[in-house]
T-cell receptor, first 112, second 110 residues
Framework: GNSVTQMEGPVTLSEEAFLTINCTYTATGYPSLFWYVQYPGEGLQLLLKATKADDKGSNKGFEATYRKETTSFHLEKGSVQVSDSAVYFCALSDRSNYQLIWGAGTKLIIKP | EADIYQTPRYLVIGTGKKITLECSQTMGHDKMYWYQQDPGMELHLIHYSYGVNSTEKGDLSSESTVSRIRTEHFPLTLESARPSHTSQYLC?????????FGPGTRLTVL
C-alpha cells in the first residue's frame, strides 16, 4: 500500500543554517506530493506541492523536488529563521479515494 | 475570501456531555475530512465525506458521528464525551488535490 516516511525529529538548527527534512514514499501510480507546516496551536497550512516527476514546488524560501527514481520529496531551505520553527508533514495523494497519506511529522526547532 | 472555519477553538467539558464541533468552508469543495491529532503528532482520519449525504468512517475508530446536509457544513458530534476524547480535532476540505485545513478545535474532557 501507499506510505510516507519522514525523518524523525526534533531537528534543531541555528538561525541561517541550511535545512533538509527527508521524505520518502511508496506508492502505486503517480501521486501528487505535498509539504504542510503546522505552527503551535494551529491547523495545517499547505506549504508547497508537486504533481508529477521532476516538478519542483517552492514557497517562502522552501523547496522540494519530486524525484521518482529515488521516491523522495525532501524539503530544503537555504537559510532558516526562528519563525520557521514548526512541525512539517509530508503527504501524498491517493487518487483512488481522494485521501492524503501522511508522514508522522518532523518537529523543527530553530535557535537564535 | 474563501476559507475554512472551525468553532469553538477551545472547549472544556465534563464527562458524559454531548458536543458538536462545527466546520464550515466557503470554497465550494465537495470533499471534507475530520482528523484527530494530539498536538504536533500524527494525523488520524476519523471521518470523511465526498459530497452532500455522503459520510464514511476513516482509519481511526471513533465514537463520533458526522453529517453532511449542506456542501459547506460538516459538523462532528460526540454523544457522550469521555476523557479519552481529549485531543485536537482538525477539519479539512479538498477539491481532489490538496487539502485545506481549519484552525482546529482543542477539546478537553474532564
Amino acid at each position: 500500500g501507499n506510505s510516507v516516511t519522514q525523518m524523525e525529529g526534533p531537528v534543531t538548527l541555528s538561525e541561517e543554517a541550511f535545512l533538509t527534512i527527508n521524505c520518502t514514499y511508496t506508492a502505486t501510480g503517480y501521486p501528487s506530493l505535498f509539504w504542510y507546516v503546522q505552527y503551535p496551536g494551529e491547523g495545517l497550512q499547505l506549504l508547497l506541492k508537486a504533481t508529477k516527476a521532476d516538478d519542483k514546488g517552492s514557497n517562502k524560501g522552501f523547496e522540494a523536488t519530486y524525484r521518482k527514481e529515488t521516491t523522495s520529496f525532501h524539503l530544503e531551505k537555504g537559510s532558516v529563521q526562528v519563525s520557521d520553527s514548526a512541525v512539517y508533514f509530508c503527504a501524498l495523494s491517493d487518487r483512488s479515494n481522494y485521501q492524503l497519506i501522511w508522514g508522522a511529522g518532523t518537529k523543527l526547532i530553530i535557535k537564535p | 475570501e474563501a476559507d475554512i472555519y472551525q468553532t469553538p477553538r477551545y472547549l472544556v467539558i465534563g464527562t458524559g456531555k454531548k458536543i458538536t464541533l462545527e466546520c464550515s468552508q466557503t470554497m465550494g469543495h465537495d470533499k471534507m475530512y475530520w482528523y484527530q491529532q494530539d498536538p504536533g503528532m500524527e494525523l488520524h482520519l476519523i471521518h470523511y465525506s465526498y459530497g452532500v449525504n455522503s459520510t464514511e468512517k476513516g482509519d481511526l475508530s471513533s465514537e463520533s458521528t458526522v453529517s453532511r446536509i449542506r456542501t459547506e457544513h460538516f459538523p462532528l458530534t460526540l454523544e457522550s464525551a469521555r476523557p479519552s476524547h481529549t485531543s485536537q480535532y482538525l477539519c479539512a476540505s479538498s477539491d481532489s488535490g490538496a487539502q485545506y485545513f481549519g484552525p482546529g478545535t482543542r477539546l478537553t474532557v474532564l
